[in-house]
């Protein structure tokens, strides 16, 4: 698998996580922007796996939601 192909499948990965447990705690986009101090479509586009999302907004972001970022790629 190509580097690129590894970063793409990472950054799906993450937005899926990030979806997921934004659901799971039962928070719109909205009330997660509010929490992390962005705007609901920065969101948006972290959960579309919009790979121009500034790494610190995804960290401020899995951070409100408990998320780590494992080192070799994978959330939990």
């Keep these: 698998m190509s580097a690129m192909s590894a970063t793409s499948n990472n950054i799906t990965a993450f937005a ?8 799971a705690l039962r928070l719109t986009q909205q009330d997660l922007a509010d929490l992390c101090d962005v705007q609901r479509q920065t969101i948006g586009r972290l959960e579309a796996a919009d790979p121009t999302v500034a790494v610190g907004t995804a960290m401020a972001v899995a951070d409100a939601l408990g998320l780590e970022i494992l080192s070799d790629g994978d959330v939990s």
């Design 16 to 23: 899926m996580a990030v979806r997921d447990r934004r659901k």
